[in-house]
């Protein structure tokens, strides 16, 4: 990668399990907590991330790259701390008017190219992380004018899916998303929990799917289930 | 979930408004029970009750469960309840609550009205609402309101109103900006004076004879069913506008110059030629078109359109984008004289879509020639959907316009589709 400005940059966390993880900064910081240490100006070289295992961080990251990945496609002007990010990456050099110069710029960066549209959509591409629903993101983006819809839509779906897992790994995924920080994840992880409990048909039921033990005394019990009888 | 920290748990479970749902919680563990003050919305569905046999009535039980929340902001009961019920209720929320949806379901219950205070009138109470929704309401005396001073928006659906006492509720929310009364019954003459409307949407059943005076400055769309007499004066921010009377006859539209509009509907079964002619030159901005009024005509006879020149139409609305062209339109457009006026240079610059709907094969030389000539002006245009309907095929020319209408869409198969 070229090294002319900073937006390439490459942080290191480490997760609980001693596992270290490169990750580029402008998606480690969707991370408010990374975000801090990183503004501080804390040059240490690997990131600790005491309480996230690896398996969690994993998903964590991939989280964080598909929002940042969606946030340049749809070149969200709108998207103001995203763009601030952007211009905390980029030196002082070169103009820093406008949000589509500085996107440009790092791309331009990252894999050379000069920031047609066209190109873009292949370094997509070209990527790592890819599994079928990048291809169509790709299709959507060069559509982008009459998308808008559909790409919101398409991550919608995408995001209910990444948290559609078992109850450990969504209870592991919270509590990694409010130490970290990070307010998408949160935000959906905790819609899931609520859309489970509400699909619970019984006191039981929500005991059981969230192993949960009655903390009440078999009176309190007892009082507490005759005034909510009436949702039977 | 132990580990999870209090702030998160509470957090989670706001996400809950079912009041079923937040009933079971609060016997699921202490710590739910205590995380669930902080509610900020709850509702109870029209079956709730249904099943209860318990020793507390519905109001009570509605209560209790209001008396555990701390701050709620939005309160929807769409089951039964009684005046009496939602004054205590109201009593434990007015002063958090921004949104109140309420199923009166009074129309029919002509004694409830004598009950005092009504349902109505104990809404009062909510001094800061922000929002107001009501299903199936009985509005025949003027309710016992003071003013709602953040009341925004306002929605009734399933009404008897009589005239005074809708004017008395208006005037009861002056900082209105949205208004919407969907199928209400018994209105004969409305007038609707708030300075803030920006969004209003009327439909009254019955004879499509209400009168309409609207004096909203900011109004930006307006949405109107069922009234034959229509005056807003002051148009500026006006955006959307849709007209349309399917029990009655429009005789008479007043509004503005219609400087900002964008999108206009006119539908009905009969329109005096006099407000259709009005409304089109009003409309002299307007970039999507859906025209539907089957006739024309001052009195009870129902009469065509007369002759609308094709040339003098597309120039007098140069911004016209799309064009849905149902009812009497199409025929007036293809009379005889229409295409005369054709000076070289005629074009119609922006249009980009157009719905044609063809009922009979009548004169269909001239309605070819202006399909043709649709194709042949619009240099932008992209779609042309040929809608044919109940044309008696029995006679041979219904046949020979079919054939001509495919030899159109065949030498233009990018643009026509037929339907």
Known sequence: ??????????????????????VEESVAIQSELIKNVVEAGCDIGVIPLLTVHSKTLRNVIEWCQKHVDYVEENDSGSNEEEIKNWESEICEEGNNNGSDDEETKNWESEENNNGSDEEEAKNWESEGNNDGSNKEEVENWEWEENNDGSDEEELENWESKFVDVDKDSLYALLLAADYLSIDSLLERVIKQVADVIKQCRSVEEVRQTFGIKSDFTPEEEEEIREEISWID | MDSLPDAIVQYILSHLNNARDVAACNCVSKRW??????????????????????????????WKMLSTIVCLEELVVYSPFTSAGLALWLLLVHSSLKHLELRMDNITEYQACLDSPSKLDCISAAKNLESLKLWGVLMVNPPKWDVFKNLRSLEIVGARLEDPAFSAALRACPNLTNLVLLGCEGVRSVSIELPYLEHCKLDFYGLGNCSLSLTCPKIEHLEVQGCSWIRVRETTCLRNLSIANNAGRVYMVDFGKLSALEFLSMRGVQWCWDAISKMLEWSSEVKHLYMKVEFTGDLETLLPFPEVDFVEFFNSHPKLQKFDIHGAMFAALCQKNSLKNVEPGFVIPCLEEVVVQVRSPLNAEQKMSTLESLLKYGKNLKTMVIRILQMKSSHSSTDDFFDEICRLRFMNRKIVRIE
Do not use: A
């Not at chain 1, 070229?2 to 966390?13: A, C, I, M, R």
């Not at chain 2, 003050?37 to 507390?56: E, M, V």
């Open chain 1, 1 to 22: 990668m070229s090294s002319s400005n900073n937006s390439g940059k490459v942080l290191k966390l480490k997760s609980k399990d001693n596992q270290i993880f490169e």
């Open chain 2, 33 to 62: 029970k205590e995380s669930l003050p902080y509610l900020r919305s709850l509702y109870f569905p029209r079956n709730s009750f249904d099943s209860h046999s318990g020793s507390d009535n519905p109001d009570t039980i509605v």
